[in-house]
């Protein structure tokens, strides 16, 4: 086994998927999720950002045109994590995703964070969270990270936001 590790400051810059529809991916992750069309390829991919970055989204059907959502039992990819800042915003992409019409597959409080999970047009997953400060994440008496799968407060999360929405700027 290697003694290599990845420096700490890497990040995950990027997911791409191999989608069935263009226009109903791009719809969803530009629409519901907020994020902004960045540059499309004609009418076979498109890629999409938040905050000006050159993609966190990159949508393609090359391979996928009419396709169909990988088989339950199946490997790849379980789900996509899509970080917001604060409560506040997660609960505004609540929201948002709650007013399209998107079925949740459920919500967790993991101590180290908060989650919501759903799937997008082409059945992939997404979960939306927020990471609270590592000082408050759990742990146990030998100070290991001590995660949990609580439930979470979806009316709670979705207050903070309309309080947040609500203040004067």
Not at 137 to 158: F, I, Q, S, V
Request: one cysteine or more.
């Amino acid at each position: 086994m290697s003694s290599y590790t990845t420096h700490p400051e890497t990040r995950i810059g990027h997911v791409h998927f191999k989608v069935a529809d263009l226009e109903r991916a791009i719809a969803f992750y530009r629409d519901v999720m907020g994020f902004a069309l960045m540059q499309r390829f004609g009418d076979q991919a498109a890629f999409l950002s938040a905050g000006g970055y050159h993609h966190h989204i990159g949508l393609n059907t090359w391979d996928s045109l009419g396709g169909s959502p990988a088989p339950q039992g199946h490997t790849g990819l379980y789900h996509t994590a899509i970080l917001y800042p604060d409560r506040a915003a997660l609960g505004t992409a609540l929201a948002r995703v709650l007013d399209a019409g998107v079925p949740l597959d459920g919500a967790a409080d993991h101590g180290v964070s908060e989650a919501v999970y759903f799937r997008d047009p082409d059945g992939n997953g997404v979960e939306i969270y927020r990471d609270r400060a590592p000082q408050d994440w759990p742990r146990d008496a030998k100070g290991n990270l001590a995660m949990t799968n609580k439930r979470l407060d979806l009316d709670a999360l979705l207050a903070e936001a309309a309080c947040e929405k609500a203040k004067p700027r």
